[in-house]
């Protein structure tokens, strides 16, 4: 990637060769620094080539080439033309009659920024659709500033490791160039990924210059605002995928929703891996890719699968995601070879790198008390956060978010009252409005769960619901009404719960109906289960065709479709309704209707088994029994019978057969 750049000869005409030595040093200076290319510095290539034959023989430009240790050359002549001169230079492989790209400029001689910029931006396009651009969607660049792409350039290679600040750089970019279309593109999608709320004046200007984009840009760009249903929008992705096959955008845009929300819509999140590892093969050093097929594999893989995956992924970034994939890796690892897992101190490495990138984003206020990817072992990370917390390195809002993550963790080992109260802590924060509700979510799910008191839980929703009320909107006040609704159900409270409904059913978003129709379902199902799993079944598979719901409200109603199937018989069709903790979620609402995830494994193992699926329900109890270990009084007996039958399971030949893997 070392570029050498020889002088060019001047043919017929000795007044050029001054022009010729010059156009090696702006040459010199505009591929430098374009992603991972440098060049030769100027001066030492100009000193060492003074003696050589001008034009320079190919053969002379490969030896200097190889002894500066460069892995092209190029070279070129100089002829005039009337009052202009034509430039044309050719790029070659070092070791090799293999050329590059080839490029001619047409300009004054005085003009030398002309004929610099126009034989750069040339072999830069030429190079690039050979398969080497430095970022997957600058075939058709939209910038003539050097600068703009440099900056654009530093935010594909800060994005690329996962790294802060890659929308600083994205934005100096269309700074330098207002015209400069991909920049704002690639800041729309890292702002999504960062899960920040959209930039209005970013994303208008990106609509303004939308057909300057080349073709599949545009369609990038017309899929990602698309609001279809998930299902059908990864279909979408996929079709483009298909069209274009070597275009990672396509490829991650189809995958991502399938390992973040694809189990929750019925959509097994082994679907995403064929798309990641093609992804993987064009672009094998992203992270973010690496990242991807981690979580995949700790779903579907077994841990030392698992292990490599993450490893990798940490390989290639640096601190927090470096941190945060090295500790999965190893506990994975461990798991695999039966070793002791990491010292508790393992956090504290974790934990510093959180607090010296801390920035208030909501991806670290939701990350903050998740030291591990994935919930698979709860007791172990519960052990991680209360050394850091006993280390005193979050301070201020970090400290304070880490609330949120400790109480997932307390609910997913069965301390439900404690999950409540330190959830309480985000009441009335400045954190997201999804993050301040916490407790109410809590408190409303343990409560229908029958593992918090619904008298205490119910304080805890009036409180949140009078507190948040007047100033939620949209998705966050749909959920608190649902929290008030569901103590009505638990409470038996028929005017509270059918005023709530007639609310909900008037929201004017398709979410508010489906979630009153959710509430209906599990009022039903207080005096006919067998009619309330039907008609909670209906709205499941309503919103796994059209979106539109609550995974918290999802989560506990298809407990109950579950158990109705099972009261039939139809073990095997439960598998469609509790596969969704196999999802990566990303965000505090999904993260917080996890809480349920515990049940959820008992009833998944349980139908598993009565569907014959011995090797899946052992792996599903293991997880159960090894997580939920401080269940409430009202679980107690759930616990020893999952521990009763999985005993029973690995007693088998299939039990021993081999190692177990994990989820899926």
């Not at 070092?94 to 750069?120: C, E, F, M, N, Q």
């Not at 995958?255 to 798309?275: K, S, T």
């Amino acid at each position: 990637e070392v570029i050498a750049v020889m002088p060019l000869g001047a043919v017929s005409d000795t007044s050029l060769t001054r022009l010729g030595q010059d156009l090696v040093v702006t040459l010199s200076a505009n591929f430098d620094g374009v992603g991972s290319l440098r060049s030769v510095d100027a001066a030492t290539l100009l000193m060492k080539a003074r003696d050589l034959p001008s034009p320079m023989p190919i053969a002379d430009a490969q030896r200097l080439g190889r002894e500066l240790s460069a892995g092209s050359v190029m070279t070129g002549t100089l002829l005039s033309e009337g009052d202009q001169v034509r430039a044309s230079v050719v790029l070659y492989k070092v070791g090799s009659d293999s050329v590059l790209a080839k490029a001619t400029a047409l300009a004054p001689p005085r003009d030398i920024a002309a004929l610099t910029d126009s034989l750069t931006w040339s072999v830069l396009r030429q190079v690039w659709r050979r398969g080497t651009a430095p970022s997957p969607v600058l075939t058709g660049l939209t910038t003539e500033s050097f600068d703009a792409l440099r900056a654009f350039l530093d935010g594909e290679r800060t994005f690329r490791r996962l790294e802060p600040g890659a929308n600083a750089h994205y934005r100096r970019a269309f700074e330098l160039d207002p015209n400069f279309a991909q920049a704002y593109l690639r800041y729309e999608y890292v702002n999504n990924w960062n899960l920040e709320p959209r930039d209005s004046a970013v994303y208008a200007r990106l609509l303004e210059l939308v057909d300057k984009l080349p073709e599949r840009e545009r369609l990038w760009v017309e899929q990602w605002d698309n609001t279809t249903p998930l299902p059908e929008r990864v279909e979408e992705w996929k079709a483009l995928a298909a069209r274009y096959p070597d275009y990672p955008p396509f490829l991650m845009a189809a995958a991502d929703p399938i390992v973040h929300f694809g189990p929750a819509y019925g959509i097994p999140i082994i679907e995403a891996m064929p798309l990641l590892e093609r992804l993987d093969a064009l672009v094998p050093d992203h992270a973010d890719t690496k990242m991807h097929l981690a979580m995949v594999r700790g779903v579907i893989g077994t841990p030392d699968a698992a292990a490599d995956a993450y490893h990798v992924a940490a390989s290639l970034t640096n601190g927090t995601f470096a941190a945060l994939l090295a500790l999965s890796g190893d506990v994975n690892e461990a798991m695999a070879t039966g070793a002791p897992l990491p010292p508790a101190e393992r956090a504290l490495d974790l934990a510093r790198s959180m607090a010296l990138e801390w920035d208030g984003s909501y991806i670290q206020s939701v990350g903050a008390g998740f030291p591990l990817m994935q919930l698979d072992q709860v007791p172990y990370q519960q052990a991680l956060m209360e050394r850091v917390q006993g280390a005193n390195i979050f301070t201020g809002d970090a400290r304070l978010a880490t609330a949120f993550g400790v109480s997932t963790l307390l609910a997913a080992r069965g301390e439900w009252d404690a999950a409540m109260q330190t959830a309480a802590q985000l009441e009335g924060s400045l954190f997201a409005p999804d993050l301040r509700i916490s407790s109410a979510r809590v408190a409303a799910m343990g409560a229908w769960l029958e593992a918090i008191d619904p008298v205490a839980a119910d304080r805890v929703v009036r409180r949140v619901r009078t507190a948040e009320g007047a100033r939620l909107t949209g998705q966050d006040r749909i959920e608190l009404l649902w929290t008030d609704a569901v103590m009505g159900v638990v409470l038996g409270d028929s005017a509270r719960t059918w005023a709530l409904v007639d609310t909900l059913s008037r929201e004017p978003t398709p979410r508010g109906p489906r979630t009153a129709r959710s509430v209906a379902g599990l009022w039903l199902n207080r005096t006919d289960p067998q009619a309330a799993g039907d008609s909670l079944r209906a709205v499941s598979e309503s919103m796994m065709r059209e979106g539109y719901s609550l995974l918290s409200a999802e989560a506990i109603g298809r407990l109950v479709v579950a158990r109705t199937l099972r009261a039939r018989g139809e073990d095997a069709a439960v598998e469609r309704y509790l596969m969704w903790p196999d999802a990566g979620v990303n965000s505090a609402r999904l993260i917080g209707a996890s809480v349920a995830m515990p049940i959820t494994e008992y009833e998944r193992a349980s139908a598993l088994e009565a569907a014959g699926n011995a090797e899946a329900a052992i792996k599903h109890y293991r997880q159960f029994v090894d997580n939920y270990d401080r269940p409430p009084a009202a679980h107690r007996a759930m616990v020893d019978d999952a521990k009763a039958r999985l005993a029973a399971l690995e007693a088998t030949d299939a039990g021993k057969s081999r190692a177990v893997p994990r989820g899926g």
